[in-house]
């Protein structure tokens, strides 16, 4: 029985059914991302998107890893589901930014921080308007205590993004952080 299915959903991939794939994927990422974003028009890259939701799974073992060699498996797992996602899809497919900033987000949990950054800044090129993503870079400077450096990540967000709640709890937090530094100065 395993061996059929496997077939129909090889068949099904070949075919460029993303969607049909299912099967392989958890409900979670298909709510998350066929049944918002899908474009059956676009078949040729939606059929590797399956790899963004195994990169998602990795990304959540990463969280809950306990040991250092468990930590750097999934890490090397999210890369290699991410990298399969980049190298079959075009790179003007719209799901890309989502892959790069997933991808950052793993980094970040990682602690490879100028990685992280990197990734960030690509999922901005594809989609200014990923608040997540000023949030995520906002949050490494903030880490690295440049809180100005934050600041300017919060403030050219809110230009894209200008009701973002998030972007504006993080101004006001750095605000408030960047008041009591001059004050104690």
């Avoid at 918002?36 to 890259?45: S, V």
Wanted: charged share 30%; hydrophobic share 35%; with cysteine.
């Amino acid at each position: 029985m395993q061996r059929y299915r496997i077939r129909i959903l090889v068949v099904l991939s070949l075919l460029g059914w993303g969607p049909a794939m299912a099967g392989m994927i958890t409900k979670e990422c298909r709510t998350m991302i066929y049944d918002r974003y899908y474009d059956p028009n676009d078949r040729a890259n939606w059929q590797h998107m399956h790899h963004f939701c195994a990169c998602r799974t990795a990304y959540f073992a990463l969280l809950r890893a306990k040991s250092a060699q468990e930590r750097r498996f999934q890490m090397t797992n999210m890369e290699g589901e991410c990298g399969y996602v980049f190298a079959h899809t075009r790179a003007d497919f719209k799901m890309r930014p989502l892959v790069h900033l997933q991808l950052a987000r793993g980094y970040k949990a990682y602690r490879s921080y100028r990685k992280a950054l990197k990734e960030y800044r690509k999922a901005l090129q594809g989609n200014p308007r990923l608040t997540y993503a000023y949030a995520g870079i906002s949050d490494i400077y903030r880490h690295q205590h440049n809180y100005k450096g934050a600041l300017q990540v919060i403030n050219e967000g809110l230009r894209h993004v200008p009701r973002s709640k998030a972007l504006r709890r993080r101004k006001k937090r750095l605000e408030k952080r960047l008041a009591k530094a001059s004050a104690g100065d």
